[in-house]
């Protein structure tokens, strides 16, 4: 090869770089190279399920997964925070939109005004866009089971700081965020997986270092190729750390997680005069394992509902019917993390039976389900 | 920035594209502007710690020389002296210092109501290097062996040149600082030569290292639960571990440097096929040791001096050297331990010579060779086991298991099984290319081979590096020292 060339070599790879360095930082540049666009906020928009573009196997396509629709929080449905009759927090599972997600669901069965927002910090969010405290509401605060670890290993405040900085600070900080973003690695590699030029060369070589070696990426460790659909397995769930089928949670640790869940319900109820509820949605794993091995769980959520009962604090547990209805029903996506319509459904009886409970006790006046048939049938 | 990050992957061609685009007269603030940039990928704020040791030992430079009084010299060095080791230590030590202190206090039962204070905060990433660095070019001038640099902005490039910033090689002002006054053209040989190095230094970190670090944290996180046959292959597999983490580091610092037309000094020379514990320092880390010997171990006197102080100063060199590599007891050991090791054998040198007379050694100078090289690689194998661990009792612990066989029990412990077969594979390819290299010149071998080859090998080794290489994110070993 000439000088020549190797200059040219050179310099094509820095303006495809350059590109690369521009993109990242401008979404329209970005998705023009994308085979599957990005579209902020639903990171559904994949052809496979989101397990998938961990790997790039091509073994693990699922097929037939339902394309996403427009979200709950994004419709003209969605009530205003200060309107809403029920407030939802929560994380993907109730932001999950390859089908009517659990929120509006549930407004549909109460006939009530739900609030959804996807914040896991709800005194921090509620006071940035100054939710006053009205009537009596309830709030339903959900988590994945992975993360409740991270949301409640401390308590809970509100972190809000009304922002009074000067437009010179405002704009060498916009200057700052532009060069140093967080992510950098996640979405150069985005870029790299799913781009037009690359992805099949990439998923080819995921698939051949998969099918030669057995490799495959620590974030998703465990699968299994044995049934009608693949299955696979995030890593977070895997692990050995807190956030893990595996970890073994002494009592103080669930303590601590309830002392601080029972602190955030108490500071609702006295800042805002919002009764919380809490749902744990089980992991994946912690469903489905048995379908690769007979490993014992740390029975974290089954202790969770114990400990959160010793506080008093309303508690959908959804886990006995999981397990319960696990072979009977598929209630996750084989290759996504997140339920199918059919683990959504047992969470929402469950939920409207908290409230059928609730009611019957004359606890919430808000919402009448004794004499809503939705409810009844 | 990581090295073997995309992020980098992406950031090294734009600069180097930019490089060779714009005039030799402005490159130097090109290169400035992506050290900084590639240090405040890591930490932005920080980048007033290296701000700060620039401007500092800039001027105190510039004042050392023109002192004519070596008091006022003196002064000058000392106080860029004790802001640099002043900003380390702070940064560095304190808080295994203040740690080391309260426990004294707790355990004798004396000054109770003082305890000093912990601080909790980030280890700036490469502060013992860039240190270090700064440190020689102050001590060089006052020491008369250089001039001051005046051009303030090549200066502050000598301090932050990225490929070299974080984990050295610690360079030094005689051999880098004149290469900034350079104008250097496109060179295809240089070009080709460094892609390779960078190539090969990709192949030892994400290939090799990497993958090792998988089997070494499972056993050294977890020394309570191995014994035998598990923890000698841990403690063989660390001694790869960081010999490719650290020397693919080098490669790639030296690879990139190369490219753009900067030689760096070599930092690695086959140290796994030294002959003695000498010979191992003369290989290892050498900007390091060659530091060492310059700034510490010479000053305080080397070996022209009394026998017993010879052997203090071997000592102390190499318990400082310890301590530079971290704020931890078994580093200090580490230390301690080469430094036994290079007394004892200036102590026996004497009686090994009659041992090899009697046992025949001597007539049999490949045997000879071949078994210095084994003994020598087991005492650093030994030492690495205080390197690596987590704390002086986990070291002990991993000693007395180490021949501990009952139930051997699972010795495959990596997640995906065929990575055991891949690292042994890659350790026995990378040990015959430093057998080869040893000698004959490898890389002039492979200029003489026909040049589609030549092609073949480095697409081979850049195919290996993306299809074996381990890329989800593994910070550098060095990196926190």
């Not at chain 2, 004798?108 to 020689?136: A, D, R």
Request: aromatic fraction near 20%.
């Amino acid at each position: 090869m000439s000088e020549k060339a190797l200059r040219w070599i050179i310099n094509i790879a820095g303006i495809v770089c350059l590109y690369a360095f521009l993109a990242i930082r401008f979404l329209p540049l970005f998705n023009v190279i994308l085979l599957e666009k990005y579209i902020p906020e639903y990171w559904e928009n994949t052809k496979w399920g989101e397990l998938y573009y961990f790997n790039f196997i091509k073994h693990f396509r699922e097929n037939n997964l339902p394309d996403y629709i427009e979200k709950y929080r994004f419709t003209e449905k969605h009530p205003d925070l200060q309107d809403a009759d029920i407030l939802s927090f929560g994380d993907s599972f109730f932001d999950f939109s390859r089908m009517t997600t659990f929120p509006e669901q549930l407004s549909d069965s109460l006939g009530k005004k739900v609030f959804y927002a996807r914040e896991d910090e709800p005194l921090t969010y509620l006071e940035e866009n100054k939710y006053t405290n009205g009537r009596k509401k309830y709030i339903i605060y959900e988590t994945a089971e992975r993360f409740l670890h991270d949301r409640f290993e401390f308590p809970q405040k509100s972190n809000y700081v009304e922002d009074n900085r000067s437009l010179l600070k405002r704009s060498l900080t916009a200057i700052r965020d532009f060069l140093f973003i967080d992510d950098t690695e996640l979405l150069y590699s985005q870029l790299l997986n799913r781009s037009y030029f690359t992805t099949h060369i990439y998923s080819a070589l995921s698939t051949i270092k998969f099918d030669v070696f057995g490799q495959i990426t620590t974030t998703t460790p465990k699968y299994t190729l044995d049934y009608d659909t693949p299955w696979l397995f995030g890593g977070i769930q895997v692990g050995d750390t807190p956030r893990s089928f595996y970890y073994k949670h002494s009592q103080e640790e669930i303590d601590n997680y309830c002392d601080n869940i029972k602190k955030l319900s108490d500071s609702l109820k006295e800042k805002y005069n919002l009764e919380l509820i809490f749902i744990i949605i089980p992991s994946k794993y912690t469903v489905y394992h048995t379908l690769i091995n007979k490993d014992e769980y740390n029975n974290f959520i089954p202790r969770m509902y114990l400990a959160l009962k010793e506080r008093n604090i309303p508690v959908i547990e959804i886990y006995n019917e999981f397990i319960a209805n696990r072979d009977k029903q598929r209630l996750y996506y084989g290759t996504d993390t997140h339920w199918t319509e059919e683990g959504l459904h047992i969470a929402l009886s469950k939920t409207l039976q908290i409230f059928d409970t609730i009611c019957e006790n004359k606890y919430y006046a808000g919402i009448d389900t004794a004499n809503d048939k939705k409810f009844n049938n | 920035m990581l090295f073997n990050s995309l992020e980098f992957i992406i950031f090294f061609p734009i600069v180097v594209a930019l490089y060779f685009a714009i005039s030799p007269k402005y490159r130097w603030i090109l290169l400035l502007l992506a050290s900084y940039y590639f240090y405040m990928c890591w930490n932005y704020k920080y980048i007033i710690l290296i701000a700060l040791s620039t401007i500092i030992d800039y001027i105190a430079g510039i004042l050392i020389y023109r002192s004519e009084k070596k008091k006022l010299r003196t002064l000058f060095l000392l106080a860029s002296l004790g802001t640099n080791l002043g900003l380390l230590f702070f940064f560095k030590y304190f808080n295994f210092f203040g740690e080391s202190i309260n426990f004294v206090i707790d355990q004798f039962n004396i000054f109770k109501s003082y305890h000093v204070p912990y601080y909790n905060y980030l280890l700036p990433v490469g502060i013992s290097f860039y240190t270090f660095q700064t440190l020689s070019y102050t001590i060089d001038i006052y020491k008369r062996e250089r001039s001051p640099e005046y051009h303030f902005g090549k200066f502050a490039l000598f301090v932050s040149f990225f490929p070299q910033l974080v984990a050295g090689p610690i360079e030094r002002s005689v051999n880098l600082l004149p290469q900034f006054h350079k104008d250097f053209k496109f060179d295809y040989e240089r070009v080709k030569s460094g892609i390779l190095l960078m190539c090969w230094g990709f192949f030892k970190k994400v290939v090799i290292a990497d993958r090792l670090a998988e089997y070494v944290n499972e056993v050294y996180n977890h020394a309570p639960d191995y014994h035998g046959l598990p923890l000698i292959l841990a403690t063989l597999f660390f001694a790869f571990q960081i010999y490719c983490d650290f020397s693919g580091y080098s490669d790639i610092a030296i690879g990139s440097a190369k490219i753009m037309g900067y030689d760096l000094m070599t930092n690695f020379r086959r140290p796994y096929l030294a002959v003695s514990i000498q010979d191992f320092w003369r290989r290892w880390h050498i900007s390091l040791s060659t530091w060492f010997r310059d700034y510490v171990y010479i000053p305080l006197g080397g070996n022209r001096v009394a026998k017993w102080r010879w052997h203090f100063n071997l000592m102390a060199t190499f318990v400082i050297s310890g301590l530079w590599h971290g704020a931890n007891w078994t580093f200090i050991i580490w230390g301690a331990l080469h430094g036994i090791y290079q007394s004892s054998a200036v102590l026996s040198k004497k009686l090994r010579g009659k041992i090899n007379d009697t046992v025949g050694l001597t007539s049999s100078p490949v045997t000879h060779y071949i078994l210095q090289i084994v003994f020598t690689f087991i005492l650093v194998i030994f030492g690495w086991i205080f390197f690596r661990a987590n704390s002086l009792g986990d070291a002990i612990l991993v000693i007395k298991n180490f021949f501990v066989f009952d139930g051997v029990g699972e010795i495959n412990l990596f997640r995906v099984p065929a990575d055991f077969s891949i690292a042994l594979v890659s350790i026995g390819l990378l040990l015959f290319i430093e057998v080869f290299e040893e000698h004959i010149q490898l890389y002039e071998k492979l200029q003489q081979i026909a040049r589609p080859v030549k092609w073949v090998v480095l697409v081979v080794l850049i195919l290996c590096v993306f299809t074996l290489g381990m890329w989800e994110e593994q910070d550098f070993l060095y990196f926190q020292f």
